[in-house]
Structures are given as C-alpha cells and as structure tokens.
C-alpha cells in the first residue's frame, strides 16, 4: 500500500463512489467532496493536505474552476502547489485553467487511464 492522499471532487455521487473505490482497491488514501464549496471548507479546517486532487469542472454550488481559483490563492502555500487533474466531460477547457492543472483526463475513461495519469503526476510531486 502506498496510502498517497487523493480528493475526488465531484458531484455525481456513483461516479466519485467508483473512483473513490477503485484507487482505495490501488491502495490509496481517498477523501471525497460533493462541490467545489464542500473541498473548499476541507482545505479552510487545515486538517487536509492530499498530494493529488481529482476535480469535475461541472459542479452546482462552486465549480471546479472556482474552487481552483480559490485554492491557487489560498493563505497556506502549500495549497498553491498541489497537483490536480481535470477529470471532465468537457470538450474544450479554458487555457488560464489548464496553466494551473497538472493534467487533464476527459469523461468518460478507463480507470486504467486515470492511474496512468495519477501515477505520472505523484512521480513528479
């Protein structure tokens, strides 16, 4: 087990319970969040430093490039630097956002592809 902390962000509740399954089944760390708001309220309690964050774009109450946003600034600059991949249904992604991304993965995908990523991401942090 190699027990790296992940944060899926995500609104659809199967879809962050299946890849919240399946890195737990890799053996990672996972934490999930509903909205971009929920991590948000995640990261203000210092209780969380994941090394990776997963993050839906389309989200109701913050989107994901909101919350982004939000964590690039934030007061602790530890925060600043966390790698986070896109995980998005979304056809084309704003350049400004993928500057502060570490990669972009489109919905649908295999869960081979996802891993692939994470561990090309986690190698680098």
Known sequence: MNNRRILIVDDEDSYRATI???L????YSVLGASS???ALE???TGSLLPELIILDLNMPVMSGAEFLKNLRTFKDARYSKLPVIIASGEV???SELTERVSAVIKKPFELTALFEKIKAVLVSY
């Open 36 to 38: 971009g708001k929920e």
């Open 42 to 44: 995640l990261f203000e």
């Open 24 to 27: 737990q089944l890799e053996g």
């Open 20 to 22: 919240m399954l399946a």
């Open 92 to 94: 084309s992604i704003e």
